[in-house]
T-cell receptor
């Protein structure tokens, strides 16, 4: 089955801890993205990568880091520097601006 | 990318056509109109896109005005499962980076 997987669906962490969210795709897409969504709001772009070993900051990159060592994988680390990390995180990949999204990870920092 | 304006919410009776408007008065000649929808607590789903001609697929129809300053997404026979937030986005075809606003919350009424 082709698609994007994100794990876990729900994640709880203590304040001050770094946490890494997983995103894997088997669609053979070059471009991948991470978005953050807060309640009642639209999606905001955190980081994106158009090719392996390269990525760019989006609109709200502070407190986040990414890597793109493989085409299939684009993990996002939420660091302790992120002031308000509790949110719904969505990963996507795309071809010709048609984006395909994963099911999301809901992160709660206690 | 050009900005879009959508009504914050709309209702539609089940079985009727749902017409969702979008204004994009600053759209440039090489920018496409994309529609996505997001059902509660899921990742957004691509619906349709177009440049200037009307488009139809198995999910919806997209009507773009001749001056390209506005468009309408049509769901021909709305069902309860069409209740979602619908996003209208304008972007260059080769630009993989999309900007999601707050969209229109469509509620299908039984």
């Amino acid at each position: 089955d082709g698609g994007i997987t994100q794990s876990p669906k729900y994640l709880f962490r203590k304040e001050g801890q770094n946490v890494t969210l997983s995103c894997e795709q088997n669609l053979n897409h070059d471009a991948m993205y991470w978005y953050r969504q807060d309640p009642g709001q639209g999606l905001r772009l955190i980081y994106y990568s158009q090719i392996v070993n390269d990525f760019q900051k989006g609109d709200i990159a502070e407190g986040y880091s990414v890597s793109r060592e493989k085409k299939e994988s684009f993990p996002l680390t939420v660091t302790s520097a992120q002031k308000n990390p509790t949110a719904f995180y969505l990963c996507a990949s795309s071809v010709r601006a048609k984006q395909f999204f994963g099911p999301g990870t809901r992160l709660t920092v206690l | 990318d050009a900005k879009t304006t959508q009504p914050p919410s709309m209702d539609c009776a089940e079985g009727r056509a749902a017409n969702l408007p979008c204004n994009h008065s600053t759209i440039s000649g090489n920018e496409y109109v994309y529609w996505y929808r997001q059902i509660h607590s899921q990742g957004p789903q691509y619906i349709i896109h177009g440049l200037k001609n009307n488009e139809t697929n198995e999910m919806a129809s997209l009507i773009i005005t001749e001056d390209r300053k506005s468009s309408t997404l049509i769901l021909p026979h709305a069902t309860l499962r069409d209740t979602a937030v619908y996003y209208c986005i304008v972007a260059n075809f080769g630009n993989e980076k999309l900007t999601f606003g707050t969209g229109t919350r469509l509620t299908i009424i039984p």
